[in-house]
């Protein structure tokens, strides 16, 4: 995917006849301003490497070898059929990496995220990089890549979360934007370890969807997909007073990670409270306190924040969620307007979902977060942002005052 800074859309369609005109109507406006300079790169590479097509065929853009978007029944399946980085040391030169990290041994009762990754990138295949009402095409602004998986430990933890660290560490501390394919929600604490790791003296906020609080420090004797932020919010860098989360509620939030959240005054809404004052002021909430003293925004995605019913594919399903709709449009405006140092989707479980609708959200989640970050000119990055800190500091754990 080609990037062309110069051609992001901002464009907005002039009032006609004294009347503003629809969401559908500037997105055709926004389309025409869209270059096909990717597009046509992608076509030119797949009659070249893929040799070109049978006699018969009168369609010459396609080759005999399946190669790029199409068709998107076919080919090798990366995140959005983006290039496989196969040396991860060259990933600065990309504006989004996109890693999995097929780790479930923090689970504590459904199994299955560890295929989250791989259910993911086969489900993207469907999609195409251009979304029509945002105006955005990612093969035409941005450059992205994947750089696969991180080699976990079956059934150690501790291992994986070394393994975590030190690539989020490397991919963040390159200036790449990191996209973490999950995992279970274990996974939270060392993927903010890396990005802490490279952040100095600054201070990240977290913004965590989710119906679970997760801030237990341990669960069945270690540290579980219920204990995250209690861990992440030990470090300086990550401050559990900008640790904001969003839709927690329903009967699997245990008490021992409430008194948690109460001694460390996190900052709670419920499904409910979202609902009552309303989206805009939800995210007025989310921004308000994660952006309080710090330097950028985590976030770190739950699928099971958006109600059971939409999400069948996660370790702990839990009714009366948000909707769609409502996430999206929280996810966007957050987006647009914070700082953002990273993107983590969790608890993708493709053995109990269904028709693959869990990780075509957890697809929708990411493709979105894209493309607001280049509405919002955070991509492509021109230059390193200044919270990322060259030196490593190889030692942010600390206890939590």
Request: hydrophobic share 35%; glycine share 10%.
């Amino acid at each position: 995917m080609s990037a062309n800074p110069d051609d992001t859309p901002t464009f907005q369609s002039p009032e006609v006849n004294g009347q503003v005109p629809t969401e559908a109507q500037r997105a055709l406006d926004l389309e025409t301003r869209l270059p096909l300079t990717g597009w046509q790169q992608e076509v030119s590479e797949g009659l070249e490497y893929g040799l070109e097509a049978a006699d018969s065929i009168r369609d010459r853009t396609i080759p005999t070898f399946s190669r790029g978007e199409l068709p998107h029944y076919a080919g090798i399946n990366t995140f959005l059929k983006a290039p496989y980085l196969v040396d991860v040391r060259e990933v600065g030169k990309y504006d989004v990496a996109i890693v999995g990290v097929p780790h479930d041994s923090g689970t504590t009762y459904r199994p299955g995220t560890r295929f989250g990754p791989q259910g993911i990138r086969r489900i993207s295949a469907l999609y195409t990089p251009y979304n029509f009402e945002l105006g955005v095409d990612l093969r035409e602004q941005i450059t992205l890549c994947d750089v696969g998986d991180i080699f976990t430990i079956p059934g150690n933890n501790e291992k994986s979360f070394d393994q975590i660290s030190k690539g989020i560490a490397h991919i963040f501390s390159s200036g790449a934007f990191p996209i973490i394919l999950g995992g279970d929600h274990s996974i939270g604490f060392p993927t903010v370890r890396g990005v802490c790791r490279h952040l100095g003296d600054k201070k990240v906020g977290i913004i965590h969807f989710d119906r679970h609080v997760d801030t237990q420090e341990t669960d069945l004797d270690e540290r579980m997909h219920t204990c995250p932020w209690f861990h992440a919010t030990n470090m300086a860098n990550a401050p559990a007073k900008n640790l904001v989360q969003l839709g927690i509620g329903g009967w699997q939030v245990p008490r021992q990670g409430v008194k948690v959240c109460r001694e460390r005054a996190t900052n709670i809404l419920t499904v409910t409270d979202i609902t009552e004052i309303g989206l805009d002021a939800a995210v007025e909430f989310a921004l308000e306190r994660a952006l309080d003293g710090t330097d950028c925004v985590y976030i770190s995605f739950d699928i099971d924040c958006i109600d059971a019913g939409f999400v069948p594919g996660t370790g702990w399903p839990e009714p009366g969620g948000l909707l769609p709709r409502e996430a999206l449009y929280l996810l966007g405006k957050i987006v647009q307007r914070a700082p953002v140092c990273g993107l983590e989707v969790v608890e993708v479980s493709p053995p109990y979902d269904v028709s693959d609708m869990t990780a075509l959200m957890a697809t929708r989640v990411i493709c979105d977060t894209m493309a607001h970050l280049v509405l919002s000119g955070q991509l492509p990055r021109q230059e390193k942002p200044a919270y990322i800190n060259t030196e490593a500091n190889m030692h942010v754990d600390m206890a939590w005052v």
